[in-house]
């Protein structure tokens, strides 16, 4: 089963919960009280977190449970309904996800997409078949029976597909709503049950009423209040920390980064100094950003802070090292054992900060049937002999949410639209080598021309990332007549709506140029500059 791994920022690594603390990704969240509730239950579908996220923004809380997670588990979170998530399987092949029957005995409604459609349609007597041609990309959708789904939409419009095994019948009693260029039956529905199916993906982009199918679901079927957003949550943040924290201590790993900070500001308006803000500069930041985090959250916020520095310290651990992975154990173990000494000069720092968001979780791999693309340095790569209890007021939330909640804080606009940052910092964007000084000084500078000319550009917002990558390779050039031997500078710079899918970005070409010729010129050791023109998929947006 594919699984996305978003570059969150939570800038250098707020501490993380030991692996063994995510393999059960149906543990409950914290959700505010008397907020409706949709459960989706993921079938390995490249689009499943995404579906959960539109179910947000459309007012309604959602979280993404496993589908192995059984009728009772769905049962407990008492959701307003229910929604099956697409998958990769055909529901014809051996040891293909299967529907829990006693989730349609739950009571709620229930919306099938693609896979979920298929699953409904086989569990409930309906045909489904492998047909002769697939169904990929953009597909046109006409309605037949508007049904509740379709109500006052157009009879004719686009649609985002993804599957080969087809509807060709709806079960007995359902009334097949629509059919696609090679989907006889595209959606169904009874309403008498509750049971919905649609083939299509109302959850992208590329379904341009898709948002207006699922508030039909939301709001005609589940009626669900639609009240809830992730600004909502934070006074019930706030007394919930204080009911956990009491009149402990509590220390929080600051980045600047907008997780941290969001988790920081949080905290210290939980419980004010009762909270330390331990930031520790690894060595592994950009260009100038250890002197703005301290004077932002110590001058402007009045956070009480404790800086280390620790670039030797970080440097000695990665010495040698190369392999990513690697890089991001040993980065995150060495952040914690430096907040262990610090939490111990404290004197009795109980309670550790927990950048985590939801999407942290889904993403290393909890869950029966997932995949770890990259460990998390929030869930994943830490001793398990963490010595603090985790406050985690983020867990809750995806990155976009956690933005709203830092406006509704007011951190300024500037640092809650920072494009993400990886929490290894500048060791995993040198790539195939050693993270040395040298090397880390080189890549900071590249990074601050290429942030400084994107910004005079007014294209920083447009982008979702933008960054260089140094790859430990040597090439020849010719400079003032000399022949050269230097590093090679990659940008990297993309557009995307939620990092689950990146576009590489249409940067103008008179802005390369330049960015390319400030690199070559003002740095001596760099004498090529190459653009990454790699989508997502099939590229990941960071390189390792």
Not at 43 to 50: A, D, F, N, T
Not at 461 to 474: G, H, K, T
Request: with cysteine.
């Amino acid at each position: 089963m594919e699984r996305r791994h978003l570059s969150d920022e939570h800038g250098v690594v707020t501490s993380a919960v030991a692996a063994t603390e995510i393999a059960d990704e149906s543990a409950p969240i914290d959700v505010p009280p008397a907020v409706d509730e949709i459960v989706v239950l993921d079938y390995g579908g490249q689009y499943s977190q995404l579906i959960a996220r539109r179910v947000r923004e459309l007012g309604v809380f959602s979280e993404l449970l496993p589908h192995h997670v059984g009728a009772a588990e769905v049962a407990r979170r008492r959701p307003r309904g229910l929604i099956l998530s697409g998958g990769p399987a055909s529901v014809h092949s051996p040891g293909a996800p299967r529907l829990d029957p006693e989730l349609l005995e739950l009571g709620i409604p229930v919306l099938g997409i693609c896979y979920g459609m298929q699953l409904l349609a086989r569990e409930l007597g309906g045909t489904v078949e492998a047909a002769e041609v697939g169904e990929y990309g953009r597909s046109q959708l006409t309605i037949g029976e508007p049904g509740v789904l379709f109500a006052g939409l157009p009879q004719e419009q686009p649609c985002w597909m993804s599957h080969r095994d087809t509807v060709f019948s709806p079960p007995p009693g359902f009334t097949a709503l629509a059919a696609s260029t090679q989907s006889p039956v595209a959606a169904f529905e009874s309403s008498e049950r509750g049971i919905y199916g649609i083939q299509f993906h109302p959850e992208v982009v590329h379904t341009p009423y898709g948002q207006e199918v699922l508030t039909r679901f939301l709001r005609d079927v589940c009626a669900c209040a639609m009240t809830w957003s992730a600004a909502s949550i934070v006074e019930d943040q706030i007394a919930r920390i204080r009911e956990q924290v009491g009149d402990g201590h509590v220390i929080c790993g600051l980045s600047g980064g907008v997780d941290s900070s969001v988790a920081a500001l949080l905290v210290h308006r939980a419980v004010g100094d009762q909270l330390t803000c331990v930031f520790v500069d690894h060595g592994l930041m950009r260009k100038n950003e250890g002197e703005q985090v301290i004077r932002t959250f110590r001058d402007t916020f009045h956070v009480p802070l404790v800086a280390v520095d620790a670039e030797e310290r970080f440097l000695a651990k990665l010495a040698g090292v190369s392999e990513p992975e690697t890089k991001r154990k040993l980065i995150g173990a060495e952040f914690i054992r430096v907040f262990e000494e610090e939490a111990a000069k404290l004197g009795d720092a109980k309670y550790l900060v927990q950048g985590t968001l939801y999407s942290d979780v889904i993403e290393s791999g909890g869950g029966t049937g997932t995949a770890t693309i990259k460990s998390h340095h929030n869930v994943g790569g830490l001793p398990d002999d963490l010595e603090f209890e985790l406050i985690e007021p983020l867990r809750s939330l995806f990155k976009d949410e956690v933005r709203a909640v830092g406006l509704e804080l007011g951190l300024p606009e500037r640092l809650v639209w920072r494009q993400p940052f990886p929490g290894p910092g500048l060791a995993i964007r040198i790539v195939g080598g050693e993270a040395t000084k040298e090397r880390l000084d080189l890549l900071r500078d590249a990074d601050h021309i290429l942030q400084d000319e994107i910004r005079q550009a007014g294209l920083y917002r447009e982008l979702w990332q933008s960054f260089c990558v140094l790859p430990d390779v040597r090439t020849v050039g010719v400079q003032g007549d000399e022949r050269t031997y230097g590093y090679v500078v990659v940008i990297r710079a993309v557009t995307s709506d939620d990092a689950m899918t990146a576009d590489w970005a249409r940067l103008p070409y008179d802005l390369l140029e330049q960015i390319a010729s400030r690199m070559i010129n003002e740095l001596r050791d760099v004498n090529r500059v190459v653009l990454d023109i790699t989508s997502k998929p099939p590229g990941t947006i960071e390189w390792e």
